[in-house]
Structure formats: C-alpha cells, structure tokens
C-alpha cells in the first residue's frame, strides 16, 4: 500500500504543477524519431476513458503523413490517480516495450511508449479504414468469436509459465499483487456504489453473491489467480478488438496485461463480447477448440471437466468487473447495461457464485 500512496502522491503533484507543453509539441518529439521532422498535426477526433485518446493525421516535412492514435492521461484528476496507482498505463508501455514483438498475435504497431512516472505518451497505428473497429456494445460473430479463442490460445501457450519473480516477467506477477491490495481496499464499496447505480439490472441473488465475494475477497482471489500463471489481457471485450482480413482479430488496449489464469481471458471474453443466446449455444463448443489449440501450440493439456469448472468461476469476475466499470464511471452507460445484461446471464446460467463455494 506504500508504494500505491506514494504513486498517489507523484501524480497529484504533477496535477498541480501542469504542463505549458502543448499535446502537438510532445508528439511531434515523439515521433521524430520513428517518422521524422514533423510539418503539422491534424486533430481527427478525440475522447476520454481512462485515458485521453486522439486519432490524428500527421503530416511529414518529407512528405506523406501517417494516421496515428495517441493516449495520454485522463484529464479527469480522480481517474488518472486510480489508473496511475493500478499501474495501468505502466503496464501498457511495458508491454509494448517488451512483449509485443514477440506475442503469437496480432497487435497494433507501436510508434512510440512512453511512462515516466507521472505521465505517459502511447502513439499507435491508427486501424480506422483498415480494419472493423466494434463498438463495446456490439457482438462477435460465430467466426470472430471462434477467431479470438484460437488467438487467446496461442497467446497463453506462449506465455505459460512465463510469470516468474525475479526476471523479466516479474511484473506481471506485479500487477497480481497491486490488483490483490487495491481489491482488499476497493472491492466491496466499488461493488456498493455499482449495484446502487445498477438497479434492478441486477438481479438480489446476483447483486448479493456478488457482495458475498467481496466479502469473502482474499479466498475468492486466491481461487482466481494461483498458479499455473500465463500471459492475459485481461480485459477482453469487443470494444478493446479489431478485426483485419478473414476476421483474424487484433488486440487493443493491453493496460490491464498481468499474469493469471487462461479462464480470465476466455470467460470475460464469452461473457461480455458474444450476445448471450450465441453464448449459450456455442460455449461449449469454443471451450473445447480453445483446450485443443492451447495443446498443439505447445501449452498443457487441460482436463474437460477442470476447464469447465475454471471457466464458471470466472465469469462471477466478469460481472463484478462491469460493476465496478460503472461505479468508476469508466465507460458510456449504454454500454454498460449491455455487458450487464450479457454478464448477469452468464452468471446465472454458469452458477458462478456457486462454483465459488463460498462460505454462507
């Protein structure tokens, strides 16, 4: 907790001391390098999340420009200290930095990743116009769906067992322990704050097996992440994919990248980015080709009946993320009652919380 208050602490001094900097100065220094002297920067649009994002056209002093999108921190003060004290932003550019050459799947190509402590510069391709860019409230399609499974695969054989203390990897084991501290201080009133905000969307039974696991946060959280550990995104929904030629998807947004199980990956995923009727229907089906792909890219041999059983536990995470997604304010409200529709069903029909084996 030491280390998170004092990454509190950095960042709301940087707050207040501000920058006379403008965004076009700083990018036209960062890519300077990669792309050379810069003539103009032209501002296509822009929004905030967790983090500012900005599409651009930069147009190069040899000629051409190049479309780029570019996150820096949130302009929000109280969303930049949450995002800056989970690491999140950090994280990014370590990845970028370190990982994504190597990663068996396709991400965006990066220009330039930046974190110094306090603030931070991501400068990616722009995929608008050369591939499908889904809204988060949006479905995969039974072939996008199967797609991303087989990418998630080949992405968790490549990294299992790769988390290790003490080398490279540690700090994805790193971000374990941050979201195990954060959780044990803001788990249950982020869980309050979002089923108040919720409603009815959320069924009792659900909105109190979901208060139950907060409760009951350091055995839940021991179920969720011991080991064996891979390499997850850990935040895949459509929102956060692309797709290219064939639909073969690619993956955006890796702020939240750490080590965990591969169910995190695979049940956020059915949950929250398949519409539920599409879920139920073919889930069995996707777990099973996801077991045979992970096997033949290397990684273990997972029992059917052990897969199924992580894979109910961890939808009970997908649905308490979504809460927590509204009780930060961190996505659009249309959006959400989406994925709380789809998550709560999943829940329900996985019995999640069950497969918790709670305490009553």
């Not at 002297?37 to 051409?64: D, K, N, Q, Y």
């Not at 800056?84 to 220009?111: D, N, Q």
């Not at 591939?131 to 992405?155: G, H, K, Y």
């Amino acid at each position: 907790m030491r280390d998170l208050l004092a990454a509190a602490a950095r960042v709301s001094a940087d707050i207040a001391l501000g920058t006379s900097e403008t965004l076009e100065a700083q990018l036209r220094r960062a890519l300077h390098g990669p792309l050379g002297m810069v003539r103009r920067i032209e501002r296509l649009g822009e929004g905030s999340h967790t983090t500012r994002h900005l599409r651009a056209e930069v147009h190069l002093a040899r000629g051409g420009q190049r479309s780029v999108f570019v996150k820096t921190p949130s302009p929000v003060p109280a969303t930049r200290l949450v995002v800056e004290a989970a690491g999140l932003t950090a994280s990014e550019v370590r990845f970028y930095r370190a990982l994504a050459a190597g990663v068996p799947l396709r991400v965006p190509e990066c220009l330039h990743a930046r974190h110094d402590g306090t603030r931070f510069m991501l400068v990616l391709e722009d995929l608008t116009g050369s591939a499908e860019l889904p809204a988060s409230s949006d479905a995969c399609t039974a072939r996008q769906a199967l797609m991303v499974i087989e990418s998630l695969a080949d992405l968790h054989a490549f990294g299992w067992g790769r988390p290790q203390r003490g080398t490279a990897g540690g700090w994805l084991l790193a971000q374990v322990d941050r979201e195990r501290t954060l959780g044990a201080w803001l788990r249950l009133p982020l869980l309050r704050r979002g089923l108040e905000l919720a409603g009815s969307q959320v069924e009792p039974r659900l909105a109190a097996g979901a208060l139950r696991s907060a409760r009951h946060h350091r055995m839940v959280y021991e179920k969720l992440t011991e080991p064996p550990h891979t390499l997850v995104h850990n935040d895949c929904h459509i929102g956060n994919l692309a797709f290219g030629a064939e639909d073969q998807p690619i993956f955006l947004d890796w702020q939240m990248v750490r080590a965990g199980q591969w169910a995190r990956d695979v049940a956020y995923f059915c949950a929250l980015a398949l519409d539920s009727d599409d879920r139920r229907a073919g889930e069995g089906l996707l777990l099973d080709r996801y077991r045979r792909r992970l096997r033949a890219a290397g990684g273990p041999q997972l029992d059917p009946g052990e897969a199924r059983e992580a894979y109910r536990r961890h939808a009970a995470y997908a649905l308490e993320a979504v809460i927590v997604t509204l009780a930060l304010e961190a996505a659009p409200r249309h959006v959400i009652d989406t994925w709380l529709a789809r998550a709560c069903a999943a829940v329900e029909d996985l019995q999640a919380y069950e497969a918790l084996h709670l305490p009553t």
